[in-house]
C-alpha cells in the first residue's frame, strides 16, 4: 500500500503557521518561522504540521528534537548500543 504525499499551498501554510504561532505551544514566536520550518518538512515529504513534534526554538534557532535526531540517524541505518541507563 502506497501512501500519498499532499503538498500544501503557501495559503494553506500561512494559516497552518499562523496558528502554531498564536497558539504559543511550540517556542515559535512568528508565524514566519513557523512557515519556514514548514516549508522544511514539506520538501521532506512530510505533513507541515510535523514541526511541532520535530523542532524546539533555542535563543531564536530552529534545533531538531533529539528523539528526532536519534530516529533519522536510526533510520539511515545507524546503531545505538545502551551501555548503562540510570537516573542521573
Given at each position: 500500500?502506497?501512501?500519498?504525499?499532499?503538498?500544501?499551498?503557501?495559503?494553506?501554510?500561512?494559516?497552518?503557521?499562523?496558528?502554531?504561532?498564536?497558539?504559543?505551544?511550540?517556542?515559535?514566536k512568528s508565524?514566519?518561522?513557523?512557515?519556514?520550518?514548514?516549508?522544511?518538512?514539506?520538501?521532506?515529504?512530510?505533513?507541515?504540521?510535523?514541526?511541532?513534534?520535530?523542532?524546539?526554538?533555542?535563543?531564536g534557532k530552529?534545533?531538531?528534537?533529539?528523539?528526532?535526531?536519534?530516529?533519522?540517524?536510526?533510520?539511515?541505518?545507524?546503531?545505538?548500543?545502551?551501555?548503562?541507563?540510570?537516573?542521573?
Amino acid at each position: 500500500m502506497s501512501t500519498a504525499i499532499v503538498h500544501y499551498g503557501l495559503e494553506d501554510m500561512t494559516q497552518m503557521a499562523e496558528a502554531v504561532a498564536r497558539s504559543g505551544l511550540f517556542g515559535m514566536k512568528s508565524w514566519e518561522q513557523a512557515l519556514a520550518l514548514m516549508l522544511v518538512a514539506q520538501s521532506e515529504n512530510q505533513h507541515p504540521a510535523t514541526i511541532t513534534q520535530e523542532y524546539d526554538i533555542i535563543q531564536g534557532k530552529a534545533c531538531r528534537k533529539t528523539h528526532s535526531v536519534m530516529a533519522r540517524f536510526q533510520a539511515m541505518g545507524g546503531k545505538v548500543e545502551w551501555h548503562e541507563l540510570t537516573d542521573t
